[in-house]
């Protein structure tokens, strides 16, 4: 069988631009921005800290409620780009 599959995910909260790019024969959906680049550093991240998941501060605040969520502070980093 195959083996078990392994994700990273990051989350960061933000306005982007976001739409739909190409022809009739091909479309390609995209999102650029600020957030797109964080959420892409903080999944980098993820390895760094053995972790499926980072949040983003930002985000973690929007949240309605942080009893809905398991969650713990990792470290406070300055990410590159």
Do not use: W
């Not at 991240?45 to 499926?52: A, F, H, Q, S």
């Amino acid at each position: 069988g195959l083996g078990p599959l392994s994700i990273r995910i990051g989350i960061h909260t933000g306005k982007v631009l976001s739409g739909n790019i190409g022809s009739d024969q091909k479309m390609k959906f995209g999102c650029m921005g600020d957030p797109v680049n964080l959420a892409s550093r903080l999944e980098g991240l993820c390895k760094l800290y053995g972790v499926e998941i980072i949040c983003s501060e930002d985000t973690v605040r929007l949240l309605p409620s942080r009893d809905t969520f398991l969650l713990r502070e990792l470290d406070l980093v300055r990410v590159k780009g």
